[in-house]
T-cell receptor, first 115, second 112 residues
Framework: EPEVTQTPSHQVTQMGQEVILRCVPI?????FYWYRQILGQKVEFLVS????????KSEIFDDQFSVERPDGSNFTLKIRSTKLEDSAMYFC?????????????FGPGTRLTVL | GENVEQHPSTLSVQEGDSAVIKCTYS??????FPWYKQELGKRPQLIID?????GEKKDQRIAVTLNKTAKHFSLHITETQPEDSAVYFC???????????FGKGTMLLVSP
């Protein structure tokens, strides 16, 4: 069964540094998402992406965040200047469409630790 | 925006008992309600979902009910097993949107 993959599994960075989290969505999916989960808390929506542009974003997704689909397979989340409070598990997800069969398949996550 | 409340935050049951987790949502236009199971250190995985044109859905030991009038939906697990132990998240998606809004999660512990 196809799965969403993410790299790296764990990223440690210094406050103020830029990080790029990478995701490979399921190949025939059209909609891509980033979520984050602070340890012990709920999963929070960051951004959705369709047809090479952001379709929705949350209040969390401020100017320090950006997303990109640099080629036909990768989907990246960039955090420009990391803060301590960015430490969390970041999940990428993808879905075939947004209505009807809308199951969002989650990747295994990247644990980001900002020191 | 949508707000999803989930109760209880923790639930301990004996193997073989039933478990019920309840969620409420605020946006009456929401039309899709998935439930995800997240084992420790792993990705959330969809276990069952329900759409607003259906009141109940069942898949073996798992069932979900939806009350659109009251804006609440529930997950029912019967004959619980130790491997059901995990954190369960409910979510809701508003009409015309792709965003899922998640509840805070319920840690289910099934004791043998």
């Amino acid at each position: 069964e196809p799965e969403v993959t993410q790299t790296p599994s764990h990223q440690v960075t210094q406050m103020g540094q830029e990080v790029i989290l990478r995701c490979v969505p399921i190949s025939n999916h059209l909609y891509f998402y980033w979520y984050r989960q602070i340890l012990g808390q709920k999963v929070e929506f960051l951004v959705s992406f369709y047809n090479n542009e952001i379709s929705e974003k949350s209040e969390i997704f401020d100017d320090q965040f950006s997303v990109e689909r640099p080629d036909g397979s990768n989907f990246t989340l960039k955090i420009r200047s990391t803060k301590l409070e960015d430490s969390a598990m970041y999940f990428c997800a993808s879905s075939l469409q947004t209505s009807g069969d809308n199951e969002q398949f989650f990747g295994p996550g990247t644990r980001l630790t900002v020191l | 925006g949508e707000n999803v409340e989930q109760h209880p935050s923790t639930l301990s049951v004996q193997e073989g008992d039933s478990a019920v987790i309840k969620c409420t949502y605020s946006d009456s236009a929401s039309n899709y309600f998935p439930w995800y199971k997240q084992e420790l250190g792993k990705r959330p995985q969809l276990i069952i979902d329900i759409r607003s044109n259906v009141g109940e859905k069942k898949d073996q030991r798992i069932a979900v009910t939806l009350n659109k009038t009251a804006k609440h939906f529930s997950l029912h697990i019967t004959e619980t097993q130790p491997e059901d132990s995990a954190v369960y998240f409910c979510a809701a998606r508003g009409s015309g949107y792709s965003t899922l809004t998640f509840g805070k999660g319920t840690m289910l512990l099934v004791s043998p």
